[in-house]
């Protein structure tokens, strides 16, 4: 699909276009969103505001940033206002210490199926670089233009978000020397 | 909270790399999801259609208060005349049905008699034609609301003194403050 011709499609106010939107773009917002909120429903929910809200804002979406980055920062804010509303602030430090340690390690696919949980427990600011970093594989200069924030405010959002992922998950048996940390 | 070195933090940003790329993406999206899509820009256009309305509302009320104020302060003159024109037209028709006698006493005594003034004096100059009226006060006759006593002052002037090459009118009052020359 070609981005340019979508996006003056999408400007000319084509129906048929705003659809290909969605459904071009919805899976993968949609894994992203399940993975930061850890419930499909709400996953839906976000992602089903984030195009209703793009919808309006089109006109103000620039031609240079990837037509999926304008998006994800908006769905990245749906979810920021999602927490705000539902006052989900979460003490790193008092979480990762009450969390307690499984006896048995679990499988890949268990850690898989866990990590939603462990994403879930940062701050809406730290799960979503983790959530652009390492699932969507965006560049440190690409995360701070979708959340427009500096380079160096991203660097220190996924040191702390790791620092606090790797506490979390050794104390849930999810990493491989866990016994020994 | 313990600070582990670098290369232990990327080595685990490695694994959540590898884990993550298994997560899932949906083939499809979910049943009925574009339907809600629709439906949630359906309501908030709605919203914004409502949210115009309530501006618009606001504004017009806003406007027609202040356009309600600004005829108020327009107005308010018109309202409570100080000088009616009727009565102006009154003085004007009364002086120009009023004969002055040609001799300079005689004018003196009409000019008198119509401003009404109690105490003033009035000198007339032949040499230079110059009229010197001082009143401690305004003219009683002349006084209203609109301090229109000037111009009146002046068309009896021109009434009484026409032939007259310059006149002068001094005005004082009572505390001594010169009000206006004329000329």
Redesign the interface.
Known sequence: MNEKELVSRLRAKEEQAFEELVQSYGPRLLRGARLLTGQSQLAEVLVSDAFAEAFFALPRYRAEAPLFNWLYGIMLNQFRYHCRKHKHFINLESVADSLEAKETPVDDSDMLKRLPDCIGKLSPEHSSVIVLKYLEGKTTEEIADILAIPSGTVKSRVHNALEFLRKTMNQMNLLPNSATD | ????P?D??EQ??E???S??F?????????AG??E??RQ??R??QRQ?LHRWAVLASAAVILLGIGLSRHLMVKNAPEAIPPQPQAQINEFDANLARMSVPPDTDGKIKVFSQIIGAQNFTLSFNRTKDELTFVASDKPAKLIDKNNHWEAKLQKVLDKCFLDAKELTCIVVDGRGKNWSILE
Do not use: A
């Open positions: 909270m313990e600070h582990k670098t232990e933090l685990l940003g694994q959540l790399r884990k993550l298994g997560y899932p993406v949906l083939e499809s999206l979910p999801f574009m809600g899509v949630k820009i309501i908030r914004r």
